[in-house]
């Protein structure tokens, strides 16, 4: 057990050494996808962003045109170039609706088990458990000029309605949750910086393994069994 701990400890500590802050967490059993990884729908958008012709780190470019990253880089260089910022805002236990009584709901206390049995290839019992959990996503836009935040946010809002099959992965289902008024942060380089939040809700599902060693023999005073 403490072994495992370990191993998960490491796998944990690699993803975030990385330069992309994600590791690829699908497989497949029984035909049921194995956990999500959140990050990945930042690389989903980001994918997108790129095939779109939308990223640019000029600043003479289109207003159309930015910069994305995840939210709190380590270093921050405007430069007037546009910036749209990738944040997981909120995350918590699924909250699913009680049919008998849609006034109230009840939240999932802990992960369901899944599936259970003997790995031939490490010699391992397994017991896999599922989790969904409601996630909100911000996505922030900042901009010297204001006009290019409200054009960018109105690029945002028909991306996620036109091309929802290239964002929704690993998600099993996501919605709008609307966008904030235009906000004044500060000056830069004596130039203001304007910025709006628009929020998405994204379900997603994690699966964790839990490995027990199988019991091989067991000793009774000076006899095995």
Known sequence: MR???KREIQELRSVFDSTDVREDSSNEQGGAVYGSDIYAIFDNLHNL???LKLLSDNPKDVASSFKFIHAYPDEVKTDDVNIITFRVKTRAPQVANNRSNTQSGFTSKGPRSMHEGYNQV?????NHYQQSFDNVIALNIFSTKARAVNLLAQILESIFVKYRAEISPPATQY???GMSDVGFLDR????PIFTRELGFHFVTSEVFIMETEK???IQIGNDLI
């Open 215 to 217: 019991v091989k023999s």
């Open 175 to 177: 919605h709008y949750l």
């Open 122 to 126: 490490s010699g391992m019992y397994e």
């Open 3 to 5: 072994d495992n701990i």
């Open 188 to 191: 830069y380089d004596q130039e």
């Open 49 to 51: 962003f790129s095939s």
